[in-house]
T-cell receptor, first 114, second 115 residues
Framework: AQSVTQPDIHITVSEGASLELRCNYS??????LFWYVQSPGQGLQLLLK??????LVQGIKGFEAEFKRSQSSFNLRKPSVHWSDAAEYFC????????????FGTGTQLKVEL | DVKVTQSSRYLVKRTGEKVFLECVQDMDHENMFWYRQDPGLGLRLIYFSYDVKMKEKGDIPEGYSVSREKKERFSLILESASTNQTSMYLC??????????????FGPGTRLLVL
């Protein structure tokens, strides 16, 4: 079965600094990979997703993620963080033929210092 | 825009009560999902449905049941609520996709407190 690991439970960055959130997955073939963001009291919003092709994926709100097969990773990055980026971020994996199911990581809580 | 709505944002129930959580989507999606979200555990799939009257158990179905009588509506039922079911419940929907690569769209969540 597939699994997702987000090793950082909490991360604090200063506004304007760069950000990288880590995500590692376990799956035998090429997975479908997603990053979602959850603002306080809200549901999840899709930031970006990777299916195939270019391993650098651009998303909304200035985020990008890079799929690295050799490292089984799909890390999320942003060059300059804004205070409004404070939220919880979830990485998720889906599999070919898995049809309906996504497996989510445990999330990384981002705090932005002004 | 896809819209997924959940009947309540906050709910307080007593132990042993029967609880209904309702979810409605307006995009004619075939697939619908119920998750619970707990700190440090992320999102865990309770049940999902790939068509009207069709359902499959997710990873943590114990203590829950579901109903899907109409395509746009997916209900989560707690037959006899217990305190360990205090949680945030999230509904999601997605169009049918044989590859499994489609985006899931989430509702705002229902925070349930069982006393």
């Amino acid at each position: 079965a597939q699994s997702v690991t987000q090793p950082d439970i909490h991360i604090t960055v200063s506004e304007g600094a760069s950000l990288e959130l880590r995500c590692n997955y376990s799956y035998g073939a090429t997975p479908y990979l997603f990053w979602y963001v959850q603002s306080p009291g809200q549901g999840l919003q899709l930031l970006l997703k990777y299916f195939s092709g270019d391993t650098l994926v651009q998303g909304i709100k200035g985020f990008e993620a890079e799929f690295k097969r050799s490292q089984s990773s799909f890390n999320l990055r942003k060059p300059s963080v804004h205070w409004s980026d404070a939220a919880e971020y979830f990485c998720a994996v889906g599999i070919t033929g898995g049809g309906n199911k996504l497996t989510f990581g445990t999330g990384t809580q981002l705090k932005v210092e002004l | 825009d896809v819209k997924v709505t959940q009947s309540s944002r906050y709910l307080v129930k007593r132990t042993g009560e029967k609880v209904f959580l309702e979810c409605v989507q307006d995009m004619d999606h075939e697939n619908m999902f119920w998750y619970r979200q707990d700190p440090g555990l992320g999102l865990r799939l309770i049940y999902f449905s790939y068509d009207v009257k069709m359902k499959e158990k997710g990873d943590i179905p114990e203590g829950y049941s579901v109903s899907r009588e109409k395509k746009e509506r997916f209900s989560l039922i707690l037959e006899s609520a217990s305190t360990n079911q205090t949680s945030m419940y999230l509904c999601a929907s997605r169009p049918a996709d044989a590859l499994g690569a489609g985006t899931q769209y989430f509702g705002p969540g229902t925070r349930l407190l069982v006393l």
